[in-house]
């Protein structure tokens, strides 16, 4: 789950990390008075979406398609600006490099106070899967896209890591100050800041936090100008505050929808619908597709509890999309039974109707058993043995072939 | 032989009284599992049965291994107690001369498995497989020892090792091998998490050292680097053949492919980086799983195995 950045910095405000003071607002009417209550002369008007890239966005008219404004985050040096920046935002779609092509709708603006910068830098928090810790990563080259700096240019990216039951250790977070040349007191103000930011991601169960850019004020103050923070879902059950960060609409509903039933959908571009037991074996089944010459539309696994709902509901999601012309079942049973499967198709097949071709392939757990359900059925289905079968069937079908 | 765990390894079921571990355990013992008892926390004292065999529940682990001399241990609690059942089972089982621990449950924050994994290394006699895995299998003549969930039926008595990420693909592999007449030496999936206990490298190199074992399959998928350490470490200390499948080619970056781990980011961790990695190690390559059993048995050919 990912939040806004005016939900990090309040979260990084608890923390005890520096930022600028800010106001979120919903209408034009709340930036302006939000201009106001800053008493700032200068201010940063903030478009919020989950998706980075904000400032090299541009935002687009959501009916007519025509641009509206260069820049998803501007400065506004008077009331006048921030109305125009306010305007031009909130509502519009925003598209940025991380959002594609259909961008975001803007809801949500934060208005910020200016601050004056001395430098920028890059930091992040994230548990890194080699080393299992917690690592933080720095740079100098602060609002860069961190990728892109990686490529370019590795070396101005310094490390350190965590140790996982003892935390950060004073002497690496000076280091790392040190690598980024600071000077005395900054370096001081980072390491505490490190401090305070591993604290946040252990105890919140956070599974990435990016501050960027980091900024060293002109008074030598470090803070956080930007923030875009992630939470681990598995993690969920013992932090019920994440309830009222959340942003539905920031979230694909078929996703949220498949989440409720046990099931993990991932929508693709193809015409090829795939329902499948694992999820190893799910991406298995679209690599498949794709070498016999066709376009999975999804990934889906059902699950190891799948149920006769469950798999209805699957059927449903995967008929949602209208770009499918095919769907191909792949079950290797093992805690699941393929002829329970076989009963849950021919049951969505009544209920929902499947009025494209179908292809099943049986193996494991009472196959033989689902294919005789199958076979038995009046469901004008195909029944394969193996998963190369199956995938060149339906591609076969799909394209009009057979 | 075989690795890790044999038809004489005693198992304990951590989670016996809820319904997984009660339902698994009685699948592990149909498949002739020796399984020697469980615990549950404020359960100790009952016995449980399991198909037609009864065995102890105790309150802890070191009561469990005490009692029963138990090597191996499979947990099947609940995601928010697993790595507490973790760190438990192996501060016991270093206490008692070692042991073995498949955890089998999906959905452990990461931080808690950071943590688990840390205090895992502290303890040098302990080997932790999983999370969210299938479990590691050694089929028998009759039987065999099964510590997991996965079918029973579909393994046969062999010398193929299988190493896997993902649960149903590694059936799938179990299955292609099945198709060319070879059986398993021990099939271990180590799960599709970001952080777990057993990587690829451990079991290559346990098959290595296993004269069972003839040949290896390995089922690899996107997300992360392991598959390319693992095919640069076996370029150097391999003798026995590779077969190798990495699933995920067709998934878009950026998003997460139903397992926690299973996520190209930042263009890292593709499907192409790992089958380029297997082919430059000299690993046999398997684009389609349904070709797995027919490239294992070039593979076994041309090292004059078959």
């Not at chain 1, 940025?96 to 259909?102: D, I, L, N, R």
């Not at chain 1, 240019?153 to 790392?176: F, T």
Request: proline letters at 3%; a negative charge.
């Amino acid at each position: 789950m990912n939040i806004h950045e005016y939900q990090a910095k309040s979260i990084f405000h608890d923390s005890g990390i520096i930022v600028v003071k800010g106001i979120h607002c919903l209408t034009v009417e709340d930036a302006l008075n939000a201009y106001e209550e800053l008493e700032s002369k200068v201010v940063a008007v903030k478009s919020q979406i989950h998706a980075g890239g904000r400032g090299k966005g541009n935002l687009y008219n959501p009916e007519s398609g025509e641009l509206v404004m260069e820049g998803g985050v501007k400065i506004a040096f008077s009331k006048e600006e921030v109305r125009e920046y306010s305007t031009a935002i909130i509502g519009n779609r925003l598209v940025t490099k991380q959002t594609g092509k259909e961008g975001k709708i803007v809801n949500n603006l934060y208005i910020e106070t200016g601050c004056k910068i001395e430098h920028e830098y890059y930091l992040a928090l994230l548990v890194d899967r080699e080393n299992k810790s917690v690592l933080v990563m720095a740079s100098t080259e602060g609002g860069m896209d961190i990728e892109e700096v990686a490529e370019n240019n590795p070396e101005a990216i310094h490390k350190i890591w965590a140790d996982p039951l003892n935390g950060l250790s004073r002497e690496d977070s000076m280091s790392l100050a040190a690598a980024l040349g600071l000077s005395d007191k900054s370096q001081e103000e980072l390491a505490s800041m490190l401090d305070s930011l591993y604290a946040m991601f252990t105890e919140r169960d956070c599974s990435m936090i990016e501050i960027n850019p980091l900024v060293k004020s002109e008074s030598g103050e470090m803070i956080a100008l930007d923030g875009k923070v992630g939470f681990d879902d598995s993690a969920d059950f013992r932090h019920p505050w994440r309830n009222e960060l959340r942003d539905f609409s920031e979230e694909e509903d078929v996703e949220i929808r498949a989440h409720e039933y046990g099931l993990s959908y991932v929508k693709l571009e193809g015409n090829i619908g795939c329902l499948v037991n694992g999820a190893g074996l799910a991406m298995a089944s679209m690599d498949v597709i794709k070498l016999y010459g066709g376009e999975p539309a999804n990934f889906l696994d059902i699950g190891g509890g799948a149920t006769r709902e469950s798999i209805t509901a699957a059927f449903e999601i995967i008929l949602e999309d209208k770009n499918v012309e095919g769907i191909l079942v792949n079950i290797f049973g093992g805690i699941i039974q393929c002829d329970m499967v076989a009963r849950s198709v021919i049951q969505a097949s009544a209920e929902i109707g499947l009025a494209v071709p179908l292809v099943v392939r049986f193996s494991g757990t009472n196959h033989v058993k689902g294919k005789e359900v199958l076979d038995q059925s009046n469901l004008n289905v195909h029944t394969t043995n193996t998963l190369a079968e199956g995938a060149e069937k339906i591609v076969s079908l799909t394209r009009g072939d057979a | 032989m075989s690795i890790w765990i044999n038809e004489e390894s005693k198992i304990l079921i951590q989670g016996i009284t809820g319904n997984q571990g009660t339902f698994h355990g009685t699948m592990m013992v149909e498949y002739r599992t020796n399984v020697v008892g469980g615990v549950t926390p404020g359960k100790g004292g009952q016995k449980i049965k399991l198909s037609e065999k009864e065995v102890p529940v105790f309150n802890t682990m070191s009561e469990a291994i005490e009692n029963t001399n138990a090597d191996v241990s499979v947990i099947y609690v609940p995601a928010r107690f697993a790595a507490a059942a973790i760190i438990e089972a192996a501060n016991s089982f270093q206490q008692n001369g070692g042991g073995l621990i498949v955890c089998i449950t999906e959905g452990i924050p990461i931080l808690d498995m950071v943590n688990a994994v840390a205090n895992i290394e502290k303890c040098p006699d302990v080997r932790l497989i999983g999370p969210n895995c299938p479990g590691i299998i050694t089929p028998g003549d009759q039987g065999g020892c099964k510590v997991g969930i996965m079918p029973g039926f579909i393994h046969a008595k062999g010398k193929i090792g299988i190493v896997s990420k993902s649960g149903t693909l590694t059936y799938e592999a179990v299955a292609q091998t099945m198709s060319v007449d070879e059986g398993q030496s021990t099939c271990v999936g180590i799960g599709g998490d970001p952080v777990n206990g057993t990587g690829f490298i451990d079991c290559l190199d346990a098959f290595e050292k296993d004269p069972q074992t003839e040949a290896i399959v390995m089922i690899g998928e996107i997300g992360g680097s392991a598959e390319e350490e693992a095919a640069e470490w076996a370029a150097k200390n391999m003798s026995k053949p590779i077969v190798g499948f990495v699933a995920g080619s067709t998934a878009p970056p950026g998003k997460r492919m139903g397992h926690a781990g299973a996520i190209i980011s930042g263009g890292k961790g593709t499907a192409e980086e790992k089958f380029a990695a297997f082919e430059k190690a000299g690993i046999y390559v398997a684009r389609d799983p349904s070709e797995i059993g027919n490239v294992l048995l070039k593979a076994l050919k041309e090292h004059n195995l078959r």
